[in-house]
Structures are given as structure tokens and as C-alpha cells.
């Protein structure tokens, strides 16, 4: 089955520093892949999106390269503000058997931001 | 557009006590879900909907209900309580895809459950 794997938290980084996030995937199909951002005590919001190989997805300072020949949507921003520590999801819908275009998602990655 | 509503946004149940979690969107979107968030987990799908009168389990269905008379609505029932369902439940909804396009799903703010 599908399946998304994305390195482990927390990630601690100084203000202004470089992001990279990790996510590889598994899928049957041809997946769709996204990020999603949940503040604390919130829900899920859309970060970024990518639905076909070699598309970039951009958003707020983040982006992320659709890879299919790694099977990876690795997210990365320049350099990150206190306000964007947050937890961090990476998902793919895979749309070949896939009614509703369900998510399949990581298990997160805690983003920790300091001044 | 108020976007996807979940009510209530926090509930103490005894075990075997049963309820409803609600769920409206006013977005007009066909394609509605309930999943649950757990400590290092991630989400998983409790069940879904791909329009009014269709519903289909997800990966964790059991002890849940879900009916859809309406598209703006998708509540979920747990029938009798267990310690087990006590996380935070989110609803999402989406409209179906156009074409390669897939636009994603609209997450609600949760609801914290905590069954005693």
C-alpha cells in the first residue's frame, strides 16, 4: 500500500537558518504529493502542492521538487522565522484506485524555530 | 466562507457513553473524510465520503459511524466509547478532481476527545 516516511523530529534551528525537511514516498499510482503545516492547537493547513513529476511547489518561502526517479518531495526554506515552528506533514493521494482522493500522511515532523 | 466547522472542540466522555462529532462545510465540496491524529502517528482515515448518500470505511473504522444526507454535513458517531478513541479527530472536505488536478483537502480545527 501507500505509504510516506519523513525524518523524525524535532527539528531545532536558529532564526534565519536553512530548512530541509525530508519526505520519500510509496505509491502504486501516480500520486499527487503535499505539505501541511498545523500550528500549535490548530488544524491542518495546505502548505504546498505538487501533482506530476518535476513540479515545484511554493508557498510562504517554502518550496518543494516533486522527484519520482527518488520518490522524494523534500521541503526546504532559505531561511526560517520564529513564526514558522509548527508541526510539519508531508502526504501523497494517490489517484489510481484512490475514491475521494484520500491522504495518506507522515508522522509529522515538529519544526522548532529560536530567536 | 466560514470553510469546514467542527463542533464540539473539546469533550470528556466515560467509556461506553456514545456521541456525535459534527462536521458542515459551506464550500459546496463533494469529497469529505474524518481522520484521527495520535502522538507520532500522523493522521489516519476514519472514514470518507465522496458525495451525498456514499460513504466507505478508511484504515481505522471500527467503533465509528458515519452517515452523508447532506454535502454540507458528515458527522461521525462513536457507538460506545473506549479509551482507545481518545485523540484528536479532524474533518476535511475537497472538491472532487479536475482533470490531473488535485486540490487538496480543507482541514477543520479538530476536535479533543478524551474518553475517561
Known amino acids: 500500500g501507500d505509504s510516506v516516511t519523513q525524518m523524525e523530529g524535532p527539528v531545532t534551528l536558529s532564526e534565519e537558518a536553512f530548512l530541509t525537511i525530508n519526505c520519500t514516498y510509496t505509491a502504486t499510482g501516480y500520486p499527487s504529493l503535499f505539505w501541511y503545516v498545523q500550528y500549535p492547537g490548530e488544524g491542518l493547513q495546505l502548505l504546498l502542492k505538487a501533482t506530476k513529476a518535476d513540479d515545484k511547489g511554493s508557498n510562504k518561502g517554502f518550496e518543494a521538487t516533486y522527484r519520482k526517479e527518488t520518490t522524494s518531495f523534500h521541503l526546504e526554506k532559505g531561511s526560517v522565522q520564529v513564526s514558522d515552528s509548527a508541526v510539519y506533514f508531508c502526504a501523497l493521494s494517490d489517484g489510481g484506485n484512490n475514491a475521494g482522493n484520500m491522504l495518506t500522511f507522515g508522522g509529522g515532523t515538529r519544526l522548532m524555530v529560536k530567536p | 466562507n466560514a470553510g469546514v466547522t467542527q463542533t464540539p472542540k473539546f469533550q470528556v466522555l466515560k467509556t461506553g457513553q456514545s456521541m456525535t462529532l459534527q462536521c458542515a462545510q459551506d464550500?459546496?465540496?463533494?469529497?469529505m473524510s474524518w481522520y484521527r491524529q495520535d502522538p507520532g502517528m500522523g493522521l489516519r482515515l476514519i472514514h470518507y465520503?465522496?458525495?451525498?448518500?456514499?460513504?466507505d470505511q478508511g484504515e481505522v473504522p471500527n467503533g465509528y459511524n458515519v452517515s452523508r444526507s447532506t454535502t454540507e454535513d458528515f458527522p461521525l458517531r462513536l457507538l460506545s466509547a473506549a479509551p482507545s478513541q481518545t485523540s484528536v479527530y479532524f474533518c476535511a472536505s475537497s472538491p472532487p478532481t479536475g482533470g490531473l488536478v488535485n486540490y487538496g483537502y480543507t482541514f477543520g480545527s479538530g476536535t479533543r476527545l478524551t474518553v475517561v
Open positions: 464550500m459546496n465540496h463533494e469529497y
Open positions: 465520503s465522496v458525495g451525498a448518500g456514499i460513504t
